[in-house]
């Protein structure tokens, strides 16, 4: 799983963009790479909105993905954070996929909110 949202996940806010079904494609698949079991994913919500920062154009997506844990029981949703660089050959890069195990989901809720993509906790 990826570390907590850097200090800059969230620190300037975007302007929202619906999400393509190219754009859910890359979102979905690029979090599906991330997860223990990623054909059990099941996403719900995401939203999404364009940036520049440090002069480069990025897309920032936020929402919940729910997958199988090891253990075979499933969670209730863990918020994502995650970053596509449009001008990079949409090269997707996750900031952080919370969990249950420690404030970690709370931690994302808060950045995708300060970036201005309000996901609800599960």
Do not use: W
Not at 18 to 31: D, F, K, M, Q, R
Not at 56 to 68: K, Q
Not at 72 to 81: H, Q, R, V
């Amino acid at each position: 799983m990826a570390a907590a949202p850097r200090p800059d996940a969230g620190s300037q806010r975007v302007d929202p963009i619906p999400i393509s079904l190219a754009l859910e494609e890359i979102i979905t698949a690029g979090v599906r790479q991330h997860l223990k079991d990623p054909v059990s994913a099941k996403f719900g919500t995401m939203l999404a909105g364009v940036r520049t920062l440090n002069g480069r154009r990025e897309i920032v997506a936020c929402g919940h993905v729910d997958a199988r844990r090891p253990s075979g029981g499933s969670g209730d949703g863990e918020p994502f954070i995650a970053r596509i660089y449009p001008d990079a050959g949409n090269s997707f890069e996750l900031v952080a996929l919370g969990d249950e195990a420690s404030n970690a989901g709370l931690v994302v809720v808060g950045a995708c909110r300060s970036a201005g993509l309000p996901i609800e906790t599960p």
